[in-house]
Structure formats: structure tokens, C-alpha cells
């Protein structure tokens, strides 16, 4: 897991250019003319980021509904820091959609942050993932500091332990024991006996592990 995203995006001038020219406020950042610089974004974060939500770390999709481009600090409130390199982070949709524009901050700022130290909740810059969310089994997520605990909370993080156990449902359902057993309750009686005495040939051959 990467703990943290090691260098920001670096926009080249012609980008720097398209955002002189068509930027205004933070509602441009839908505009199409911004579409490439976003493509682009997205290739260079996706392996600094392991292809990982930079909140709850699950992996992240290639279909354009599967993966955001994050505003850390939200556009809403901060129009200028919309296209700041560090404050742009790769997430599932899930954890961008609750994160939504809450606040993340302490104090108001005139510039963007160089430390976490302002921040409420992890940054994927400035702080270490791992000294403050331990992920436990996959969907279970402990607050190791105070910036952990309101990520957890923010991002709605407990929301994916559902998801986990709807998965681990749906696997069960088609694992090759489910399978068997639905096959058993569909089969007429003489298929039943086949199954059967199929079945005692292999417990009779099962010496136990
Ligand atoms: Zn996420």
C-alpha cells in the first residue's frame, strides 16, 4: 500500500496556459477544454497512488465512473486551489461523493498548506496513511489519530464493511460448495443417488488435512 503520494502532478505550460485562459472559478472545472489535463492527471497518479483510493485505499477502477480526480481541500470553498497540483488526489467515487465539500481544515488559509498540520484529515501529500488509519481485513477501519478518525467519518469509510460482506455473500453463493448443494436439491432421484454415491467414493478417498 502506498502510504503517502511521493510528487504532485507537474502541469506543463501548455496546461498552465489553458487554465490561465479558461479558468475563472471553481464551476469551470467541468468545462471539456480541461479534459485532457485531467486524462493526464490521472495517468501520472495512478501508479504513484499503487491504483489505490487515496481515503480508503480499495482499488480503483478504469471506467470513468470508477475513479475521481479529489479535491483535498474542497474547490467550493477555495476556488484558486482548484487545479493546485498537491491538492489533487485520485478517489472512488464513494468516498469523493461523502467527503462531498465539508471542511477539512483548522484555520483559513491564504496559501496552500506545505504541512498537514492545518488539516483535519489525512492528506495524501503530507501525511502518512499508515500512522493514522489501520485497515483491518480489508473493510474495517481503526482511527489511529485524530485526522484518522475524521477521515473514517467524512469519507464514511464503515460504509465499506458493508460492501465487503456483500462480496464475500455473492462469492459464497457461487463458490463450488453452493454450487453442489443446489444441484443436489434440483436433481431427481436418481441423479441424487449418482451424486451420492459420487460423493462416498470421495469421502471414503479424504484422509483429513
Ligand atoms: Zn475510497
Redesign the pocket.
Known amino acids: 500500500m502506498t502510504d503517502f503520494i511521493s510528487s504532485p502532478y507537474s502541469l506543463s505550460s501548455q496546461e498552465l496556459k489553458v487554465i490561465k485562459n479558461s479558468f475563472d472559478n471553481h464551476t469551470d472545472w467541468d468545462k471539456s477544454c480541461f479534459d485532457g489535463i485531467k486524462v493526464s492527471l490521472k495517468d501520472d497518479l495512478r501508479p504513484k497512488q499503487g491504483n489505490l ?1 487515496c ?2 485505499k ?1 482499488k480503483l477502477g478504469f471506467d470513468i465512473k470508477q475513479v475521481d480526480i479529489e479535491h483535498i481541500v474542497p474547490k467550493s470553498e477555495y476556488s484558486k486551489f482548484t487545479f493546485h497540483p498537491k491538492n489533487l488526489a485520485l ?2 467515487p ?2 469523493n461523493t461523502n467527503k462531498s465539500n465539508l471542511p477539512v481544515l483548522h484555520r483559513t488559509i491564504t496559501n496552500y498548506p506545505r504541512a498537514g498540520t492545518n488539516l483535519t484529515i489525512v492528506h495524501p501529500y503530507f501525511d502518512k496513511y499508515s500512522e493514522h488509519i489501520e485497515i483491518h481485513d480489508g473493510a474495517i477501519y481503526e482511527g489511529l489519530s485524530a485526522k484518522g478518525c475524521e477521515t473514517i467519518k467524512l ?1 464514511k469509510l464503515f460504509r465499506l464493511k458493508k460492501v465487503l460482506e456483500k462480496k464475500k455473500e455473492t462469492q459464497s453463493e457461487s463458490s463450488p460448495i453452493a454450487k453442489l448443494v443446489a444441484d443436489l436439491n434440483n436433481a431427481s432421484d436418481a441423479e441424487k443417488m449418482q451424486i451420492i454415491q459420487a460423493l462416498g467414493i470421495q469421502t471414503n478417498q479424504f484422509q483429513g488435512v
Open positions: 483510493c481515503y480508503c480499495w478517489s472512488c464513494g468516498c469519507c
